[in-house]
């Protein structure tokens, strides 16, 4: 059950907004996940945690399984890569991402990754790449349909997935495999770099356009969700999302993007979280576009 009540007066708007206001100032100092898992009822997934998918310290994932998938069925699959400039970030720390997919009918795959300074590009994509390979090999153990794969990332994690589903270096054979590709806030065009912590994972200022994503929209690409937050003030939506998703419907990708009101650079991923639905139809988005029912946003 949602924790908070609809919208349908004025406290329940005040409780919410409220809400809101905390939830914004704990993302600000990097501690909302913490908020936003601590409202995850965990009744309504079944989970592991720490699978090794890899021999590094990092190389380990959680999975969140649907608890009331119809006997027999085989849901999709549907591997996350979180944000953090890729300087920042742990898969604990996104719960309430796994919750959201679970609770709706697929089974979530949340993978760490190496991180700088650890690493530079590209090595936290070979990372991924470990990861999804594994998420391929491991499909029908998972009692996930291995033909209904998707990559979903916000932020630094968007390019993630983005570069795996688009430059053929990453997974081989298995891309084409893909049935498709989700990104939220994600920079996918974002050369010259100004931002610091960037420039240090991309090897400014010798950084090649093969890093970028944009780069291969003129390749076959599997079919495509964009998603972002109008407002957004560290990611530029119309460059970024707006303009992939042109450079993909130019190259015959099938792609939908849309940009999103009331919602931030960071809210727009937490608004997958239950208490923070009303703020954006993300999840129903993302629910849709795996070909899953929208029939509640609880």
């Known amino acids: 059950m949602d924790p908070l009540p609809p919208p349908d007066g004025a406290s329940s708007v005040a409780r919410r907004t409220g809400l809101l206001a905390a939830l914004t100032a704990l993302i600000s100092g990097c501690s909302a996940t913490g908020a936003l898992n601590a409202l995850v009822p965990e009744q309504t997934y079944a989970g592991q945690e720490g699978l090794r998918y890899g021999p590094g310290e990092r190389d380990r994932l959680d999975v969140y399984r649907p608890r009331a998938a119809p006997a027999g069925s085989r849901p999709p699959l549907v591997v996350f890569f979180y944000g953090g400039n890729w300087k920042s970030g742990d898969r604990g720390d996104y719960r309430f991402v796994g919750e959201a997919l679970a609770s709706g009918g697929a089974i979530a795959v949340i993978p760490d990754y190496r991180l700088v300074p650890e690493v530079r590009y590209p090595e936290f994509l070979n990372d991924n790449a470990r990861a999804v390979a594994w998420v391929f090999d491991h499909a029908a153990q998972l009692g996930g349909d291995p033909d209904h794969i998707y990559l979903m990332g916000h932020s630094a994690g968007a390019y993630n997935a983005a570069m795996l589903a688009m430059d053929p270096r990453w997974l081989g054979a298995r891309r084409g495999r893909l049935k498709g590709l989700i990104g939220i806030a994600g920079p996918y065009d974002f050369l010259p770099i100004g931002n610091p912590d960037t420039q240090r994972a991309f090897n400014w200022p010798d950084t090649r356009p093969e890093s970028q994503p944009i780069t291969y929209a003129g390749r076959p690409v599997p079919r495509t969700l964009l998603l972002a ?54 999840r129903a988005q993302v629910l849709a576009f795996l070909g899953l029912p929208v029939a509640s946003n609880k």
């Open 229 to 282: 937050a109008a407002s957004d003030s560290l990611v530029d939506p119309q460059r970024n999302t707006l303009g992939l998703a042109r450079a993909l419907k130019a190259g015959g990708t099938d792609v939908t993007a849309r940009v999103l009101d009331r919602v931030s650079h960071t809210t727009v991923i937490a608004a997958m979280a239950r208490p923070l639905r009303f703020l954006a139809p993300v």
